[in-house]
């Protein structure tokens, strides 16, 4: 990592769990009524608005706040993480299907991480078991199935296309445990299609690149798989992190229903994410010194980006395609690859299991092509 990725580091936190990411006018609409008579038009809007105005404004907008959290607020559920018979943490989940005595509620996978059991608590208090039929923890996800029985109400998922940036956005959840179950903050969308890299096994390198929506609602640690809702009572997006500064507020961020709604379906169907698998380990080529790529690996000197094989699994798609430890990848498809994450992203985004890529490989400082048929993972 160079001085200026060092300066731009920023440290987020899960709002359940502490983890460690790389990386780092609210629009108002005036509508204007004219009335016809006798041929004339008056426009109502031509003065400036009353005090009497704005208050009836007001209290308008409290109404439909309100209205939004009475809507969805009994959807929304504790979620107990319980290790050894112990409660290892607390977070929040959103109560989204009910089929026959069946629940289904969405929560964030570091929310249940390490559980050895998994407990739901509803809005009225009552507690049950939760089964975890899969989690993923690249779009940080989990889908737990419970009993319906006390299910007051199953919350409706908003369609990812109306949201937009200026809009209302309420966050509810259970901040700090389930002593204050049920808390709403309000605030805005903030941002919209925002990526935050992700570290996901601890090694200070980016795994993983989050498609978030970005709110200035509070989201406090416990409010992690809680919902993001608009004035409709809807869920826009299912609360999952926020940036831990001292220097910073009111930047927390939530996973975007049109990122969420197809691997919730794949969890819950099929309990896994299914994703393309090559069957290799690799490694950025920036982070290796330029000597050591020259000398060891006789690259060129004008390679400076790609990942290295450091092995291959036996019976692998990358195998079959005839990869070898201390390869470098720096194309698929034509694409450059530029990092791990990158190669990821094009393969997790643009393929699926079963079909076949082109690789550019440097082996031994020569080019070559060679073409990997991708298994599924």
Request: charged share 20%.
């Amino acid at each position: 990592m160079n001085n200026e990725e060092k300066k731009n580091q920023r440290n987020y936190k899960r709002s359940g769990l502490a983890f460690s990411v790389l990386g780092a006018i609210v629009a108002v609409f005036t509508v204007t009524t004219v009335f016809q008579w006798q041929g004339i038009s008056v426009d109502i809007n031509t003065s400036p608005p009353t005090a009497q105005a704005n208050e009836l404004d007001l209290g308008q907008s409290q109404n439909a706040v309100s209205q939004a959290i009475d809507e969805t607020s009994k959807a929304v559920v504790g979620v107990s993480n319980i290790k050894n018979s112990q409660k290892a943490g607390t977070g929040s989940g959103v109560i989204y299907k009910e089929d026959g005595d069946q629940a289904f509620v969405v929560t964030n996978h570091h929310v249940v991480e390490g559980a050895s059991s998994l407990e739901v608590i509803l809005s009225d208090g009552a507690k049950v078991d939760a089964e975890l039929m899969g989690s993923d923890p690249l779009t940080d996800l989990a889908v737990l199935q419970i009993d319906s029985e006390h299910v007051e109400k199953v919350a409706e998922f908003a369609n990812a296309d109306d949201v937009a940036v200026g809009q209302t956005a309420i966050a509810i959840g259970n901040p700090l445990g389930m002593e204050f179950a049920g808390s709403a903050t309000k605030g805005i969308v903030s941002g919209l299609n925002r990526n935050i890299p992700v570290d996901i096994n601890g090694d200070r390198q980016p795994d993983w690149q989050t498609e978030v929506i970005q709110t200035d609602a509070a989201i406090n640690p416990g409010n992690s798989g809680g919902a993001l809702i608009n004035l409709q009572g809807e869920v826009i997006g299912v609360n999952s992190m926020k940036i831990a500064k001292e220097e910073v507020e009111g930047i927390g961020f939530s996973i975007p229903m049109n990122v969420a709604k197809p691997v919730i379906e794949d969890l819950e169907t099929n309990g896994e994410v299914e994703r393309p698998y090559m069957g290799v380990s690799l490694q950025d080529v920036a982070q290796v010194p330029q000597a050591a790529l020259q000398q060891q690996l006789n690259l060129p000197a004008d390679v400076t980006q790609g990942v290295i094989v450091r092995g291959v699994e036996q019976g692998s798609a990358a195998a079959d395609a005839g990869l070898k430890q201390f390869d470098v990848i720096t194309e698929v498809n034509g694409e450059q690859v530029e990092s791990l994450m990158d190669l990821r992203q094009f393969l997790y985004n643009e393929t699926e299991g079963g079909e076949t890529v082109e690789l550019t490989v440097y082996r031994d400082g020569q080019p070559s092509t060679a073409e990997l048929t991708l298994s599924s993972q």
